[in-house]
């Protein structure tokens, strides 16, 4: 009995509603939806200005290097390759790559080049761009390596002259570092492409890809950080057998967007910020804040129970003599007491070594 009257109140109701739409028109009783939920906005395109010259290329097929990567925006410079940092003032780009082969840059340019690493502007040095600045034996710091066009002499040893050529068959990739954002899930692959041989490679370079091609030099990949900037070197891509390379492509791309601090949660902090796991980036941070008088930024580098004696410090007699652009070597990491520490030289600069020491996951400076 129950259920029949709850039957028909239900009718009823169903009655009741159909009577009213039809006396309000239909549009009466129209829901309006909810309202989608906005977008997050798309992040802009990587902007990356590539410097070319003095090394012939195909231009009608270079565009396959980057093509198909829609986060990536490029554009070929179309004056002589160092004229962009004739006036920096207004720079747009977010990535640097050179695949230029030149010489002759200018102080006034090499400066500007320098303030722009300094503020985060990524680095990417591809293929024969490792031979450039051969009278700058600072940019071979920069880059990582260099490509010596003729045998030179640096602290006094001889260095004969590179080697470079191609090979009858593929050369094979390893993935020398595959828990690096740039690698993270790819596998080794082959390419047709140009070795090249007696480079030389700074010290302290993390290698991500390495080839077993016998008259190569090992390392083909590395990434390294100078003062601001995420550098990312890279031996490989002479023509377009190599530009259309899936493997290639995708190390390409991923440089780019590691450079540029676009990685995802695996990018760490982006080019410019102090990354704490990183005893020589900590280091750097700390000696350009003490060198620039900002001792606030200087002091949160500084771990927690030196910090108000560090400031009390500068206060009296602040650090003199760091370079304008520091060099920094950092020693292996050694275990005393339970507690990680190592130590940090400024190659460019006598007296300024730096302790540091692993703590609640960060490293801090210590002296």
Known sequence: MRKAIGIVAILVLVAGVWGLSSALGAEAVKVEAEPAPAAKPKAEPIKVVILVGGHGYDKKTFPKAWDGHDDIKCEVWKGKPY??????????????????MSGGMTDKQKANFLKLLKKGVGLVVWHHALANCQD?????????????????????????????????????????DPKHPITKGMKDFEIKDEWYGKQTFIKGINVLVTTDEPKSDKNIAWTHKYSGARVFGYQSGHDVKAWANPGHRQLLGNGIRWVAGRLGKTAGPK???????????????????VANKDFEKAASCVIAREREGFRKDMKRRPIRGIPKHPELRVEVVKVRGGVKRTEAHVTNSKGNDIDMEFADGQWWVTK
């Open 83 to 100: 004229t962009v940092f004739d006036d920096i003032a207004e720079f747009k780009y977010d990535v640097i790559i050179m695949f230029n």
């Open 136 to 176: 700058w034996p600072q940019f071979e710091k920069i880059a990582g390596c260099k490509f010596w066009l003729k045998a030179g002499q640096r602290d006094g040893k001889k260095i004969g002259k590179s080697a470079a050529g191609h090979g009858p068959g593929m050369m094979k990739m390893h993935i020398a």
């Open 271 to 289: 080019p410019g910020e102090v990354d704490r796991t990183d005893p020589k980036s900590v280091a750097m941070a700390w000696l350009l804040a």
